[in-house]
């Protein structure tokens, strides 16, 4: 029988949710947000974009079919916390083990829709009172840089630097796919190994000539976490890339773009975290079934370089032009419908029609 342990959940406006503790003890904390994905835990906690942040899940019961560790998107557990309504105990005690925070017998939905309604924001979580916990919030960094702008004292270094590998690695063989690592999802490398590319990982400070003498067919600009406007040095080395080489480019990778174009990006309200978003491909009645998992957002709707938008809210959710193109959801699918998939279809037919490779 498990034992009973009272936790609370309380976010920076004050409000608290009660439950039980089902991870490891102690209190964390982090930015709230949500996922209303049915089924792919593993891969959620796993996945570096959730860096910094606590993970709701919306779905009533957690861990239905145990815990597949290579279903894994990183070799840790990058949420800060995870809240459920129901955690299957195998799901739980694989959290506990890591060290995570866990909450169940949360009432999720009265937290998704007071997200929904107030935004996103710091929360804490954990087996202490309340008042602890609300402190434990206040003093968390912001992962909005305008906000930390105004709050040196809680600014998050940029955490797609953080996400990212420190050295240099190769999955597969065939034509050279340089990828751009902010904390880039196994299987997105796994996607290019499988249609016969050679994935050359990079770390996120590489620069466009550390790029460039690696000799890629093609540049993958990958996903990761925080906002895009942080990362100062990796928008240069996307502009310094364009017109040299293909580029393309995955979530906060389509962000970076975005920047190095001129377009600007903004933080969503409370951000789109799911298995079942719908987006059109512009200028025509396709629309396509997309996983996604970002809280960040590229101004540009009327802009000429858009290709894809959100049905939901109008967001841009795509770019392309010449030598460039770029997706904000993930084509993946891990898990998640396959409608995007040739995304790295694409990718390859590129790595293979590309011409001579010239570095200057």
């Given amino acids: 029988m498990q034992m009973d342990r009272p936790a609370q959940l309380v976010l920076e406006d004050g409000t608290a949710f009660s439950g039980r503790a089902a991870g490891a003890p102690g209190v964390s904390a982090g930015e709230i947000c949500f996922t209303t994905a049915m089924a792919g835990y593993e891969e959620a906690v796993t996945d570096p974009s959730y860096s910094a942040q606590v993970l709701v899940f919306s779905y009533p019961l957690v861990g239905n079919y145990g815990v597949d560790e290579s279903r894994m998107e990183s070799n840790r557990v990058w949420t800060e916390g995870v809240v459920s309504r129901r955690l299957r105990p195998s799901f739980a005690g694989w959290l506990a083990g890591r060290g995570v925070v866990a909450l169940e017998e949360v009432d999720t939905r009265a937290v998704v829709r007071h997200v929904r309604s107030q935004g996103a924001m710091r929360c804490a979580l954990g087996e202490a009172e309340p008042g602890e916990l609300l402190a434990r919030a206040l003093a968390e960094p912001h992962i909005d840089y305008e906000r930390a702008l105004a709050e040196p004292e809680l600014a998050h270094p940029p955490l797609g630097l953080l996400a990212g590998t420190s050295e240099p690695y190769s999955v597969g063989s065939g034509p050279r796919v340089a990828v751009l690592d902010f904390g880039c999802k196994r299987s997105i490398v796994g996607r290019l190994a499988q249609r016969g590319l050679e994935a050359y990982v990079c770390p996120p400070t590489y620069d466009a000539d550390a790029v460039l003498e690696l000799k890629p067919r093609v540049v993958l600009v990958g996903n990761g976490p925080g906002d895009p406007a942080q990362l100062t040095d990796a928008i240069q080395t996307v502009r310094d890339l364009l017109g040299r080489v293909e580029l393309f480019g995955v979530c906060l990778g389509h962000q970076l773009l975005g920047l190095a174009l001129g377009l600007g990006t903004y933080k969503l309200p409370f951000g789109h975290r799911g298995a079942n978003h719908p987006v059109r491909v512009r200028d025509t009645s396709r629309v396509l079934v997309t996983v996604q ?66 570095a200057s």
């Fill in 293 to 358: 998992n970002h809280g960040f957002a590229v101004d540009a709707s009327d802009a000429p370089e858009v290709s894809h938008l959100s049905l939901n809210d109008g967001t841009v959710e795509g770019l392309a032009g010449d030598g460039f193109a770029s997706l904000q959801f993930h084509p993946e699918a891990a898990p998640g419908p396959l409608d995007a998939i040739p995304f790295f279809d694409r990718i390859a037919d590129a790595c293979r029609s590309a011409p001579t490779f010239a």
